[in-house]
């Protein structure tokens, strides 16, 4: 299948200050990106879909001035973590789906820590 | 909104034994049905895509079934073995490939 390159794997950083996590489709164009997180032991949620070269489309309870997405090419998306607080701690993973669209490919996800 | 809700949440089994994890959805109008693998701290690993028009869908000693009409989807695991502990998800996609997810279902294979 396509592969999804995701950075970082896991960051830790201070409340306050914003993360941004990068995800790039390394053989395919990505012309649909999707957001997901997942609190401990829950199962992941769809934060937001972006299309690219448009503005993100956010679910519903999710602060889209919180969490930033840019999706200026068709292999790179990113998700800025703005003023991260401990409650922002997750995992979040990104998927990218093509043309087609077959199916989506997901990158390896980010654990992130705010202390 | 859709609902997913995978049955049973965990499951402890001995090696070789065969077994079934469960998956319902509560809207038929689905786009694909898929099943995943996750090991704990990592990301997804994709095992079977079922096709809205499919019924099921096998690679090695995986077997996914999909009846839309009752909205439910099953996993088949012959002969399990200790690699195979992990947590499977089930996930439904709703036009293109937004995936709504189950909870899942923590497997552990003792040897």
């Known amino acids: 299948g396509a592969v999804v390159s995701q950075h970082p794997s896991w960051v830790i950083c201070k409340s306050g200050t914003s993360v941004k996590i990068e995800c790039r489709s390394l053989?395919?164009?990505?012309?649909?990106m999707f957001w997901y997180r997942q609190f401990p032991k829950q199962s992941l949620m769809l934060m937001a879909t972006?299309?690219?070269?448009?503005?993100?489309?956010?679910e519903q309870g999710v602060e889209k001035d919180k969490f930033l997405i840019n999706h200026a090419s068709l292999t790179l998306s990113t998700l800025t973590v703005t003023s991260a607080h401990p409650e922002d701690s997750s995992f979040y993973i990104c998927?990218?789906?093509?043309?087609?669209?077959?199916?989506?490919?997901f990158g390896q996800g980010t654990r992130l820590t705010v202390v | 909104k859709q609902e997913v809700t995978q049955i049973p949440a965990a499951l402890s089994v001995p090696e070789g034994e065969n077994l079934v994890l469960n998956c319902s959805f509560t809207d038929s109008a689905i786009y694909n049905l898929q099943w995943f693998r996750q090991d704990p701290g990592k990301g997804l690993t994709s095992l079977l895509l079922i096709q809205s028009s499919q019924r099921e869908q096998t690679s090695g000693r995986l077997n996914a079934s999909l009846d839309k009409s009752s909205g439910r989807s099953t996993l088949y695991i012959a002969a399990s073995q200790p690699g195979d502990s992990a947590t499977y998800l089930c996930a439904v996609a709703l036009g293109g490939n937004k995936l709504v997810f189950g909870a899942g279902t923590i497997l552990r294979v003792k040897s």
């Open positions: 998927s990218g789906e093509d043309r087609g669209p077959t199916e989506a490919f």
């Open positions: 053989d395919f164009q990505a012309t649909t």
């Open positions: 972006s299309n690219e070269g448009s503005k993100a489309t956010y």
